[in-house]
T-cell receptor, first 113, second 113 residues
């Protein structure tokens, strides 16, 4: 269903803490997932992706976990820094062949020094 | 590489006016996309293209048109601007199916009064 003008979820953490941002998806046919970071006034920036044949993927300071049983995706950021403050979006490719992504609502991450 | 570029950065239109939002990429990507992002919301796909001469509707195509005469350029046309089209517009591009990472431009902030 469509999101209807809801306030974005927020997460506030202290610098150095680990952050976990969650995302639920609804389409069991989705086979590819991406996390994007969007800083104020800028376009989304790719962070990490994962395919449905995996349940975990690690990057530099970031880890994405995929639980297909409950249709849940999470982004873990280790040793969060003030520069990580942004809106984080998950996106899914719902099994189509043209690379179309469906974006989630987003989560605002604020890191306090 | 400049990546994905968009012009203009800001624009104010009166109701009923028309304009074209420009998008160009220099990464030789086949796929290009136009999204709109309303305040506090995720991105919604307007139109996309899988190659020169090929375009298709996304989730919210009404009130917009696109063309793809070259691989590099993917302009978005608003024929009769309406207040509901006030939004931030992002253009993106990607290689294609096997690598779906989308690279985003900086966005165009459009206000229709």
């Amino acid at each position: 269903g469509e999101s209807v003008g809801l306030h974005l979820p927020t997460l506030s953490v202290q610098e150095g803490d680990n952050s976990i941002i969650n995302c639920a998806y609804s389409n069991s046919a989705s086979d590819y997932f991406i996390w994007y970071k969007q800083e104020s006034g800028k376009g989304p920036q790719f962070i990490i992706d994962i395919r449905s044949n995996m349940d975990k993927r690690q990057g530099q300071r970031v880890t994405v976990l995929l639980n297909k049983t409950v249709k849940h995706l999470s982004l873990q950021i280790a040793a969060t820094q003030p520069g990580d403050s942004a809106v984080y979006f998950c996106a899914e490719n719902r099994g189509t062949s043209y690379g179309k992504l469906t974006f989630g609502q987003g989560t605002i991450l604020t890191v306090h020094p | 590489n400049a990546g994905v570029t968009q012009t203009p950065k800001f624009r104010i239109l009166k109701i009923g006016q028309s304009m074209t939002l420009q998008c160009a990429q220099d990464m030789n990507h086949n796929y290009m996309y136009w999204y709109r992002q309303d305040p506090g919301m995720g991105l919604k796909l307007i139109y996309y293209s899988v190659g020169a001469g090929i375009t298709d509707k996304g989730e919210v195509p009404n009130g917009y048109n696109v063309s793809r005469s070259t691989t590099e350029d993917f302009p978005l046309r608003l024929e009769l601007a309406a207040p509901s089209q006030t939004s931030v517009y992002f253009c993106a591009s990607s290689y294609g199916d096997s690598n779906n990472e989308q690279f985003f431009g900086p966005g165009t902030r459009l206000t229709v009064l």
